[in-house]
Each structure stands twice: as C-alpha cells, then as structure tokens.
C-alpha cells in the first residue's frame, strides 16, 4: 500500500518534469470522469488532487512522489471543459509531449466513466495510445452509481468497443472512489509494474 505521497511539481511542458530515475503511472480521462477522486483514494490523501465540480480543474501536468520509489501523474483531462480552442490545443499538444516523450512512463491509466454509453473521445483517445505505443490500462470510474448489473452491461459494451478496435479486450479495472473500490487491485498491479521496471534496470 502507499505510505507516502507527496506533490512534487506542475508543469506545462515534459522538458520541465521531474528527471526520468523513478516509474511514472499518469491519469487521464475526460473532464469530470472523477480522476482527482480516484487519486487521492490510491494515495490515501483527501486533497492531494484537487477535486472540482467544474470540469477542467487540471490544467498542468501533476506530479505526486509516491513512497520515495515512483510519480504518480495527473494529467488534464479531455472533452468537454469549457475552455478555449487554443487552450484545448495546447493541453493536447502538453498531453502528446508527455505521453510520447517520456521514457520512464509505464502505465498510463485511462479513465471511463462505467455509467455512460461508450463514448468516441474515449475510444479515439486508446486507439491514439495504441498507434503510438502509449501503455494505457482502462479504469472504470463511479462503479457504485448503478448498480452491479447494470455497471457490468456499461462496462462490457465499452470493451467489446474497445475490442473490435485492437482485436482483444484491453486490461482493465473496475473503480469506485467512494467505495473504494479497486483500490486493493490498483496498488497490486502498480507494485508489480514498478517492480518490473526496476528488475529491467538491473
């Protein structure tokens, strides 16, 4: 489990984070998707990512060291925040910088939210990861808004979304902040992943 996290720095250009000695896992998803919430769940701390109700709060690229070993990132989420066309262009070229460009990005953790129908953003969003290499493991959001049966149906449809684009279903995580849920799971596949990443490294 996380012990420790702690904000390290913000910033609108890759060139400008943290040197590349330590794993990073980024978050991302659509404005108001609940990433802040499901960060500071992980990481055990209320505030650590701010949380809004107003789509668009992440505006820079968020580092947060975990336990002294890793970065925990918190990227500006996409789609519907009420911004203006050159901002949204810039947040997508910061994002695409990031993404690309950064040589210690393990895992990317795409956010859906489990209650809607698939949604175009989304699934244009993991086929840009797919066609660029980006490792990127679903998340779905706000799983206990629902109800079990019907999450499960909303989920699948996204995944079988996902599945006519690479052939086979993404791996994939089911979430509820306020919950709690799969948090246990999160931190297991974290560790595993650090893990690997260090072992590489010799």
Known sequence: ???????????SDYTKCPKTDKP?????GRSNVGKSSLI???AGVK???KTSGKPGKTQLINHFEIDGRWYMVDLPGYGYAVVSKSTKSSWE?????YLTNRDNL???MVLIDSRLEPQKIDLEFITWC?????PFVLAFTKADK?????TKVSIQRFLDAAKEIFGEEPQYFITSANKREGKEELIKFFEAEISEYYEALG
């Not at 990073?24 to 991302?28: K, L, M, P, Q, V």
């Open 130 to 134: 797919g066609e660029h290499d980006v």
């Open 1 to 11: 489990m996380i012990k420790k996290a702690i904000f390290s720095v913000s910033n």
């Open 40 to 42: 500071n769940m992980l």
């Open 47 to 49: 505030d650590l990512a």
């Open 106 to 108: 393990i895992a990317v």
């Open 93 to 97: 070229k910061m994002i695409r910088g």
């Open 146 to 150: 629902l109800g079990l049966e019907k």
């Open 24 to 28: 990073e896992i980024a978050f991302i």
